[in-house]
């Protein structure tokens, strides 16, 4: 079996390395506390684990020569984007250089003509699209964070569009990656389709910066849908809801988003998003995309699925600011959750499952969840099978942390039962490891390779997303 090994440097060669970073980058190498701190995690779990100096790049050769002086010096180096992760990504496990990459956000070049464009790993999903709006395109892949697009390709990251637009994984068209011996190299081209090679794009996709830094991304873009309807409609119990996605999607109704809120997340939504009107009931909250009379088709044909399984009337939400206050409702399902049960912490679950298993691993999972007896809330992007449930403990009671984390792994073995997988979305981390190894098995060693074969000395992200041992 392949292994994984780290021994942290002499406290001597750190400290070299880092007044070497110090008198090069000057004041954007910082060693404060503060600054430390802040970057010692991410939206997670708050457990911090420091690095030792935070450096702010500008370019790919700054990051080239940054990791060419960590990896002579076996130093780790751990990317952050915005800090937005679930998964631990940002833990320092052995201290190093944090490189944050927030002043590589450029937006390199636009072509309208090809619905594509290359922007710098530090620019966020929400200034993509303002610096694109005036040609009429937009970038769809929302996560629900202002994550940055690098670390949105890192952990392959997909959210509330997914079900019509895909994933990171189908529209990045190519990346420039820094690799742990410091040469820039690039991958993937502008063309939509390519059999030159082994596929490095999506080797370096979802790699959690541990293989290599993503310093710029080649995007597809789409054009501005003719009109976009957002509705809401509610359920007297869960089973009903999920069964009207299940019916949807087999139906192949093409929704741009379907969410789902439970009972429990719905009645933490309307007291954090001041959602007036709404019941305390399951909830899916959908848009649809397309021409005007390809939408009215659409909501006519979701209003006839829904009616079978007793939902609701419609709201529906047309105008640009309507849409907005919806969707910054479900996008904030995370902190209203955290709000609902002040002072806790939280576990989220990422399982995504085969469509028609859907119903059955809700059920499972809440099943799991009431054995806890912990409050827990269920939100989702359901029409991909992908739901995460939020499992909320005290930080301070031991034994409610690990009834937590029970059953966060027990959720995550039942979607993998049922030929899912533990993580839809969020990544791996350090969270998931174990449920890594039960998903893939012997594969894991292959990852393994792959790891020692491009970062021999370990020193990208060590720790996280490939079991070590």
């Known amino acids: 079996n392949q292994m994984l090994t780290f021994d942290r440097p002499t406290e001597a ?41 935070v450096v702010f790049p500008e370019s790919n050769e700054e990051v080239a020569s940054i990791l060419k002086l960590c990896n002579q010096a076996r130093i780790p180096v751990i ?28 937006v390199l070049e636009i072509n309208a003509e090809d619905l594509d464009c290359r922007v710098q790993a530090g620019v966020t999903r929400e200034q993509l699209n303002a610096d694109i709006r005036h040609t009429g395109l937009f970038f769809p892949i929302d996560p629900g964070a202002n994550a940055s697009i690098g670390g949105m390709s890192a952990t392959r990251a997909s959210g509330t569009n997914a079900v019509r637009y895909g994933t990171m994984r189908e529209n990045i068209l190519g990346l420039t990656v820094i690799t742990p011996d410091g040469r820039i190299i690039k991958t993937g081209t502008r063309a939509k389709k390519s059999s030159a090679g082994y596929d490095l794009t999506r080797l370096y996709i979802g790699s959690e910066g541990t293989l290599g830094i993503i310093t710029e991304i080649q995007l597809k873009l789409y054009g501005v849908p003719e009109r976009i309807s957002a509705a809401v409609t509610q359920f007297e119990d869960l089973p009903s809801a999920v069964n009207s996605v299940i019916t949807a999607m087999q139906l192949g109704i093409p929704m741009a988003r379907i969410e789902l809120l439970d009972e429990v997340q719905m009645d933490a939504s309307i007291k954090y998003s001041k959602l007036d009107g709404f019941a305390v009931k399951p909830t899916l909250f959908m848009e649809f995309h397309g021409t005007d009379a390809y939408v009215s088709e659409q909501i006519e044909l979701m209003k006839s699925i829904t009616a079978e399984h007793g939902a609701s009337d419609y709201r529906f939400a047309d105008k640009p600011e309507d849409r907005s206050k919806l969707w910054k409702a479900r ?45 827990c809330m269920i939100v ?20 409610e942390r690990q009834r937590a984390e029970v059953a966060a792994d027990r959720i ?36 393994r390779t792959l790891k020692k074969a491009l970062d021999p000395n370990n020193i990208m992200n060590p720790g996280k997303t490939i079991p070590m041992q």
């Open 412 to 447: 995550a073995h039942i979607a993998i039962g049922m030929g899912g997988t533990c993580t839809g979305e969020h990544g791996i981390g350090i969270h998931k490891l174990d449920a890594l190894k039960a998903e893939h098995g012997e594969a894991v060693d292959v990852m």
């Open 79 to 106: 990317a952050y984007g915005t800090g937005t992760s679930l998964e631990g990504h940002l833990k320092a496990l052995y201290g190093g250089v944090c490189l944050d990459l927030s002043r590589m956000n450029r």
């Open 380 to 399: 989702g992007h359901v029409g991909d099978g992908n739901f995460h449930v939020l499992i909320t403990f005290d930080p301070n009671s031991a034994d």
């Open 331 to 375: 996008h904030d399902a995370y902190w209203a959750g955290m709000n609902y049960v002040p002072g806790k912490q939280a576990f989220s679950t990422d399982t995504c499952v085969p469509i028609s298993r859907l119903a059955d691993c809700v059920k499972a999972a809440r099943d799991e969840v009431a054995k806890s007896g912990l409050v």
């Open 13 to 53: 060669t750190v400290s070299s390395a880092v007044a070497t970073l110090c008198k090069t980058y000057g004041e954007r190498a910082v060693t404060s506390q503060s600054v430390r701190e802040h970057h010692s995690h991410g939206e997670g779990m708050q457990d911090a684990g420091l690095p030792d100096v």
